[in-house]
C-alpha cells in the first residue's frame, strides 16, 4: 500500500522559512511526478509547485521566487523549500504522487504563518 508521510509543518512569522517533506513508500509503478499542493480554509485545494521524473518543475505564480521544490529519486522524497513566507500562505499542504497508474496523497502538513 502506498504512504505519503508529510512533516515540516508549523507555525512561522512572516518573512520566515519552512521546508515541508514528504517520503513516500509502498508504490511499485514509475512515478511520473511529485508534487505540493495546499488547501485554505474555504478555498479549494491549489497547486504549489511540482516536480517530473525528469526535474522539470512547475510553480503557482502566487510562490514564483519564493518556494523551491526537489526530490531525492532514491530516497522517493520530494522537498518544499518555502521563503519569504507570507500570511495568505497559511494552509494544509498535501503531498501529492502521479503514477503511470493512480494519484496518491499524503494526509496533509499545517502551516500558518503569523503577520
Known amino acids: 500500500q502506498v504512504q505519503l508521510v508529510e512533516s515540516g509543518g508549523g507555525l512561522v512569522q512572516a518573512g520566515g522559512s519552512l521546508r515541508l517533506s514528504c517520503a513516500g513508500s509502498?508504490?511499485?509503478?514509475?512515478?511520473?511526478?511529485m508534487g505540493w499542493y495546499r488547501q485554505a480554509p474555504g478555498k479549494q485545494r491549489e497547486l504549489v509547485a511540482v516536480?517530473?521524473?525528469?526535474?522539470?518543475?512547475i510553480y503557482a505564480d502566487s510562490v514564483k521566487g519564493r518556494f523551491t521544490i526537489s526530490r531525492d529519486n532514491a530516497e522517493n522524497t520530494v522537498y518544499l523549500q518555502m521563503n519569504s513566507m507570507k500570511p495568505e500562505d497559511t494552509a494544509v499542504y498535501y503531498c501529492?504522487?502521479?503514477?503511470?497508474?493512480?494519484?496518491?496523497w499524503g494526509q496533509g502538513t499545517q502551516v500558518i504563518v503569523s503577520s
Open positions: 516536480i517530473s521524473s525528469g526535474g522539470v518543475t
Open positions: 501529492k504522487q502521479e503514477t503511470v497508474r493512480n494519484d496518491y
Open positions: 509502498g508504490n511499485t509503478f514509475s512515478i511520473i511526478a
